[in-house]
């Protein structure tokens, strides 16, 4: 069955340390998206990619990195910069636009500090 | 700046009853998605809205959409518990998808 994947399911990140959250998709999308969602609120756009090898800030990309080297995969780095990182995150894929069909969403990487 | 506002945000109805969650928008977009997240999980895609007049239904779940008056509603007719939840609307434009804050919504027996 196609889908996203991310891995891993819980991370816990020291302090001063980057940790990468993967997210692997075989539905066959252009565009990938990673969101932050905080507890009790909404989904936050940290990054998206409509094609391999390009990508653009969402509203809070500060503190994370993102490559788009393949078109299956998206990682997200999240760096030391990022002084709050704990939160839910969740990778999505859509088909284009013309399509009309929703975005498919990964089952998300919950990160903590230890 | 696209702007996604949901009402309400905490919702606690009787099971039987129905209720209606708003969603207003602040620019034009031809296109409106409505997801449900259950506790811990992930976001499920329940419609999507692309015109003007847009209905769907699903079971209990009613989606409408206005874009002149860029307002999408989430009707619940004689809610059930398994329908306790957090509700997001979301909007399309310029490659960016902009979601609401959620209405969590329980349903007590």
């Known amino acids: 069955d196609g889908g996203i994947t991310q891995s891993p399911k819980y991370l816990f990140r020291k302090e001063g340390q980057n940790v990468t959250l993967s997210c692997e998709q075989n539905?066959?999308?252009?565009?990938m998206y990673w969101y932050r969602q905080d507890p009790g609120q909404g989904l936050r756009l940290i990054y998206y990619s409509q094609i391999v090898n390009d990508f653009q800030k969402g509203d809070i990309a500060e503190g994370y990195s993102v490559s788009r080297e393949k078109k299956e995969s998206f990682p997200l780095t999240v760096t030391s910069a990022q002084k709050n990182p704990t939160a839910f995150y969740l990778c999505a894929s859509s088909a284009p636009r013309g399509s009309a069909q929703p975005q498919h969403f990964g089952d998300g990487t919950r990160l903590s500090i230890l | 700046e696209l702007k996604v506002e949901q009402n309400p945000l905490f919702l606690s109805m009787q099971e039987g009853k129905n209720y209606t969650i708003y969603c207003n928008y602040s620019?034009?977009?031809?296109?409106l998605y409505w997801y449900r997240q259950d506790p811990g999980k992930s976001l499920e895609s329940l419609f999507v809205l692309l015109s003007n007049g847009a209905v769907k239904q699903e079971g209990r779940l009613m989606a409408s959409l206005d874009t002149k008056a860029r307002l999408s509603t989430l009707h619940i007719t004689a809610a059930v518990h398994d329908l306790s939840a957090t509700y997001f609307c979301?909007?399309?434009?310029?490659?960016?998808?902009?979601f609401g804050k959620g209405t969590r919504l329980h349903i007590l027996p």
């Open positions: 539905l066959n999308h252009d565009a």
């Open positions: 979301a909007v399309d434009r310029d490659d960016k998808i902009i």
């Open positions: 620019t034009t977009s031809d296109r």
